[in-house]
């Protein structure tokens, strides 16, 4: 088998491997042509290897083509026929929660606490507000008419606000031309609060809860990604059903009781959004049973699984797009432009074939719900065998993002290997002259112009053959026997020095466990050299 075939059958088996990862995303439609369904694309060729195979689309998992697709086309169109469609769509209707489509002018306004636990040592007023600005700037149609900073002891409260800060909050907001809303940048507010505020303002009244939801609602492509927006949207729907029948039982003031049911409103409405919580979880528990099954098949490839993880707009998928060539990736200046898992093949330095998964970035304040909600998605990175920490190192609040990346992390209850072993990676460092980091073992790159990536691709593979147990070793072969071609295919073959005077050739090899396993048993007589 020659160099070319090499990389061919690493791209086939790599494709296999990442289409497992990522099978259980959602199925293609059947009217589209295969050639327009989107794939894995092939990872930029290491040198001597070979013209690449073509491959088609980007990187989000709705289809996988090339050869040897079949099978995983035909597993993708049962994908998710085991959760009743019908049931599904009811649950992803149209939501009483979403804004709509319309424009919105708003006031972004943000409570100052100014000192006690509420108060956070790592950031500034003008810096939480530009991140709530951003926010709104994410979003078509929305404009941010006001930046208001108002001073605050307790944001808890319910007015927020002192008398009379909030009395010259309202006056500002009244005389805003136009103005449709005010963003509160507080995590999430009551329903009474809510309703108290857009009476005393005239307009709707958000929180980051309700602006985040809405741009995860935006950004949504996959039924996963919908169905654990649709999840994160019960707490509220609970929230506003309290609200609701306070309003309802002051108007009738009469029997709280529906006709014959002996059930109230309240316990009713109850009941409905406890069955839809039930049915939201078991379709995405039959998801993540399909993922776990799929997860077993990719393992027994033996392919590393790299995930990339960061504070959201850190440069993550730019980052992936530097490490594995991939052309079709078009990175996104805005917050959370990824919400579902993406998975790309690229190579490291010893032409070992990786996958890189970029996942759903991280925001500071996320109300847990939330979190919670994409907890499905998120358990990905429990099963990598690496994890790389992007840092925009450029950003003023870096230290803070940090923070919140790596406290989400911990509350995945993830391995300690994979806490021990992750790579952080300080990015966009081409905006600051000479930069050097501060931190051990850090990593200083820029995604962007290619600086420092042969550095970071060294110690991503150092880690992962640490991570996998995989060995480099060199193995004497017959060259009329079978041991080339089975190396070429069960593993990542390195060098081939032919020795013409005897039939054979040492051969340099990176082998995983089982595979070396199956290797001796196969070959009993082949000389192994370990380093």
Known sequence: MGPGRLSQSLLLRCRRAAAALGMARCRPSSARPLSAAVGLRAPQRPPGRGQPPRAAGGGRWKGVTGAGGGAEEEEEEEDEEDIEEEEVEELLGPSPLAVGPAAQRLAVVHPAVKWGPKKSPL????????EAVALVDTLPNWTVLDKIIIPTKNP??????GK??????TEKIKKLPHVTAVFLNVERISSLTKKELEDAWGVKVFDRYTVVLH??????????AK???ALAEIPLLRSNLKNEVSRLDQQRGGSRYIMGSGETFMETQNRVLKEKELKIRNALEKLRRKRSLLRTQR???????????GYTNCGKTTLIKALTGEAGLQ????????????????????HMAVIY??????????????VESFSATLEEVVYSDLIVHVRDITHPETILQKATVLSVLKNLNLPSRLLDSMVEVHNKVDLIERYKPTEENALAISALHGHGLEELKEEIEKKILIATGKKILTVNVNLEGPQLSWLYKEATVQEVEVMPEDGTARVKVIIGNSAFGRYKSLFPNSKIFMP
Do not use: W
């Open 357 to 370: 998964v970029d996942t759903i970035g991280f925001l500071t304040d996320l109300p847990h719900n939330l």
């Open 331 to 350: 990175p996104r200046d805005q917050l959370f432009a990824t919400l579902d898992i993406t998975a790309h093949a690229g190579y490291l330095p010893s």
């Open 299 to 309: 393992r027994k490839r033996e392919f590393p699984i790299i995930s990339v993880m």
């Open 215 to 224: 741009i995860f609602r935006c950004n949504a492509r996959t039924k996963e």
């Open 164 to 169: 009379g800060n909030f009395q010259a909050l």
């Open 156 to 161: 808890d409260k319910k007015f927020v606000f």
């Open 227 to 229: 169905l654990q927006i």
């Open 123 to 130: 950031t500034t007023a003008e810096l939480q507000i530009a």
